[in-house]
């Protein structure tokens, strides 16, 4: 999720749009604005801003391993960053680069380049940086900030198609943690929270069908860590009781790996389905798979093939899956390596 910046023209903003009808509620009363009003100005004041950025977390991870190292970008808004993390090897990326070398037994080089804050706008810089590392894959977690910012979703998604094709075109592999559900954040409450659980859905949804048809695959974030984060809050939030803790972010990243690895040794997302499928799992099209996984957190959604064809009557097939979540290494596994990284760094 983004860091949430909730200024005072950006708490009305959320509130008109609610009233108004921009959240899917039309009609509302004065006392519903005012309770809207109320509660985004409450967690205006109870969400700390940005006050220091995360831990860096560039390295070569698994360096031990023999092999031609895996070339890992990161990419997105706090998220992708590990805002809230206290330690390196306690970010998203981290895990996802430790977990990825430790799959697939080969080091793995990484480049956190995400920026707290960002909306899907701010992907394109980010992109022209990663391009220089020519990396074999690339994971995007982005999206929280244009729904707290209330961006038009086709603007927001725009950007993210763009993002996510000019690294297909360079033969990057992408994976995208889509949206996550901003309702189980708990300075967030009723009733701004079941308008953030919605546009926060809306934004998952639209990202999914785009990222699938620009060639990139997507993970369903959602309330993922919400029943862990209700259960042990003191573990699983960071100080700000928005962001992610160290364990937060090794959960999202338990995730997104298998979907990372897939990408890696299953290339060809368009291919026919011909692995053993699970209950849920199977050939859909692209908006009701789109839908599903917005419902179903940890849900991987990617373009598959029927009879031969990419599209059926009701726009382009895709597949859903749940893989199995890999189990990460402990936190000193996470460490990149300090003495070798082989590949010189470039200027971000």
Same mark, same amino acid.
């Given at each position: ?61 698994? @360096? ?15 998220? @992708? ?11 998203? @990326? ?7 070398? /430790? ?22 810089? /980010? ?179 029927? @009879? ?26 996470? +460490?990149?390596? /300090?003495? +070798? ?8």
């Amino acid at each position: 999720m983004g860091a949430l910046k909730l200024r005072s023209e950006q708490v009305r903003r959320i509130a008109t749009a609610a009233v108004v009808g921009g959240g899917g509620i039309a009609g509302a009363s004065a006392l519903f604005y005012g309770v809207v009003i109320g509660q985004a100005l409450l967690a205006r004041r109870v969400i700390p801003q940005v006050v220091s950025p995360p831990p860096r977390a560039d390295g070569t991870y698994g @360096a031990h391993f023999d092999g031609e190292p895996i070339r890992l970008v990161v990419l997105g808004d706090s998220s @992708a960053a590990g805002y809230g993390a206290e330690l390196p090897s306690e970010t998203f @990326a981290a895990a996802v680069a430790a977990g990825l070398a /430790q799959q697939q037994r080969r080091p793995v080089w990484m480049r956190c380049l995400a920026v707290v804050g960002c909306e899907s706008r701010g992907l394109s810089p /980010q992109v022209d940086v990663a391009l220089r590392h020519r990396p074999d894959v690339a994971v995007i977690c982005i999206g929280g900030n244009d729904v707290t910012h209330r961006v038009n979703v086709s603007l927001a998604v725009r950007h993210q198609v763009d993002a996510v094709r000019r690294l297909r075109s360079a033969g990057v592999q992408v994976v995208v943690g889509t949206c996550p559900d901003l309702g189980t954040i708990r300075p967030i409450q009723p009733p701004l929270r079941w308008l953030a659980r919605h546009w926060s859905r809306q934004m998952a949804t639209a990202q999914t069908i785009a990222v699938v048809e620009a060639g990139g695959r997507t993970v369903s974030l959602g309330d993922l860590l919400g029943e862990l984060f209700y259960a042990e809050p003191d573990r699983m939030f960071s100080f700000d009781r928005f962001h992610p803790s160290g364990a937060g972010y090794l959960a999202a990243a338990q995730a997104v790996l298998p979907t990372v690895v897939a990408s890696l040794t299953e290339p060809d997302v368009a291919a026919p389905l011909t692995a053993s499928l699970r209950a849920g799992e199977g050939v859909r099209s692209l908006p009701r798979a789109a839908a599903e996984a917005a419902q179903h957190p940890g849900t991987e959604v990617s373009a598959a093939q029927v @009879a031969g064809s990419e599209r059926g009557p009701a726009g382009r097939w895709a597949q859903l899956r749940h893989r199995v979540w890999h189990r990460l290494p402990q936190q000193a596994a996470r +460490e990149p390596s /300090q003495t +070798e990284d082989r590949y010189p760094q470039e200027s971000t």
